[in-house]
């Protein structure tokens, strides 16, 4: 931890880190976020979707342990799971946990696995936020591979920003999609098997579509109507993780 005195918040945590090393290059910034802030207290969070595979070797040459938390909600697609299983095992990761929802949860309000088609934010919520609530609580920190270029509601991400009591980090923030183009040619990694169909954001099956020309590269997701995000990002996630304590996660 950056900051230890009890008059300062997570939230000037979060901004002191902003300014301070905001504008380092992804790869110092997740061996500084690994190897001296966070240390045991951090996990990364991956849909491996269409671009999750740079972040994902970044992290891998500091720390192939570390914590990869994956949203397994039961309505991927085959290809990301097979995209999924390939990249753990060419990345060398060795801790990668599938985080499911509540078996009582999906009983009470998704008997069918069709909850998708009348009210999608809970859907989201139910296979996604309460389950990413439940998978960051025991850490101080998480990181993401969001990126400012992905969406018009993403413009202004930061690199750090807080969660409540923790700290989210997005290393990729600021790159383009042409860094990443150029970052995974370097690299030779894989891409996701459904980029090449069209798809440039890749979520649950029933809610995502292939992309148009011209359109952002989320457009894809809930297209047709005006939900831009599931919620793991958003206040959603914030109010999950306020009735969860740091002390109480980690008892």
């Known amino acids: 931890m950056l900051l ?12 002191a880190l902003e300014a301070r090393y ?28 269409a671009e999750s595979s740079v972040l994902l070797h970044l992290i891998a040459q500091v720390d192939r342990t570390l914590p990869v938390l994956f949203l397994e909600t039961g309505k991927h697609f085959p290809a990301t ?6 990249l753990v095992h060419e990345l060398g990761l060795t801790d990668v946990q599938d985080i499911h929802p509540l078996k ?12 998708s088609m009348t009210n999608k934010d809970r ?13 960051v ?17 993403r413009t202004a991400l930061p690199v750090f920003e807080s969660v409540g009591a923790r700290v989210r980090i997005n290393p990729l923030a600021r790159w383009t999609s042409a860094d990443l ?3 995974m040619a370097a690299n030779q990694l894989p891409p996701h098997p459904l980029v090449a169909e069209g798809y440039r954001s890749i979520g649950c099956m029933p809610c995502t579509s292939p992309v148009k020309e011209g359109e952002d590269d989320r457009a894809g997701r809930w297209a047709g109507t005006d939900k831009t995000e599931c919620g793991i990002h958003l206040t959603g996630l914030t109010d999950q ?6 002390t109480d996660s980690n008892l």
């Open 241 to 246: 993780l306020s009735n969860i304590s740091l």
């Open 4 to 15: 230890e005195t009890n008059d300062i918040t997570v939230a000037d945590e979060a901004r």
């Open 137 to 153: 609580a025991p850490y101080r920190a998480w990181m993401t591979g969001r990126k400012q270029f992905q969406a018009s509601t």
């Open 104 to 115: 009582q949860s999906l009983k009470d309000e998704d008997p069918f696995g069709a909850l």
């Open 181 to 183: 183009k150029a970052y």
């Open 123 to 135: 859907c989201c919520y139910i296979r996604k936020v309460e389950p990413m609530a439940r998978a």
């Open 81 to 86: 799971l097979r995209y999924r299983d390939q």
């Open 22 to 49: 905001g504008n380092l290059d992804p790869a110092q910034i997740i061996e500084l976020a690994i190897g001296q802030l966070f240390k045991q207290d951090i996990a990364v969070v991956s849909s491996f979707g």
